[in-house]
C-alpha cells in the first residue's frame, strides 16, 4: 500500500497542475473578452501539426499583428479545415489581443467560440 503514495501524488499533482492551466487559459479568454482590442493580423505561416502517430493533422497559422505601442507579435492558432482552405499566406485575419499583455491574442472567430463555451 505505502509503494502506492507516490504514485498517487504524482497524479495529484499532474492533476492540480491540469487546473491551474485551465484556470489560467480561461482567464486570459475572458480578459480578452473583456478588454481586447481589435486588430489586423496577416498570415504569415500555415501548415500542418502532425501527431505523433502521423494519423492526424491539425491545420495550423502563424500570424502577426502590431499593437498600439507599435510592437510587433506573433501568434499561433489551430484553425478549421474550411478556415485553412479559405486563407492564405499573406491574408488579413481579425484578432483580439489583450492591451496589458499584447503577446496574449486570438483569431476574433474564435474568440466568438470561445466565449460561448465560456457562457456554458
Known amino acids: ?40 493580423a496577416t498570415i504569415v505561416k500555415k501548415r500542418m501539426l502532425t501527431r505523433r502517430d502521423a494519423k492526424s493533422k491539425k491545420p495550423r497559422f502563424h500570424y502577426q499583428y502590431t499593437d498600439t505601442s507599435g510592437q510587433v507579435h506573433v501568434g499561433v492558432c489551430n484553425v478549421s479545415w474550411d478556415t485553412y482552405r479559405n486563407y492564405e499566406v499573406g491574408s488579413n485575419i481579425p484578432v483580439v489581443y489583450n492591451p496589458k499583455k499584447p503577446s496574449v491574442s486570438s483569431p476574433k472567430d474564435l474568440m466568438d467560440i470561445r466565449g460561448h463555451i465560456l457562457r456554458r
Open 1 to 40: 500500500m505505502i509503494e502506492m503514495i507516490p504514485g498517487i501524488l504524482v497524479f495529484l499533482a499532474f492533476f492540480m497542475a491540469m487546473l491551474a492551466f485551465r484556470r489560467k487559459i480561461r482567464s486570459e479568454i475572458r480578459d480578452l473578452q473583456e478588454n481586447g482590442v481589435e486588430t489586423l
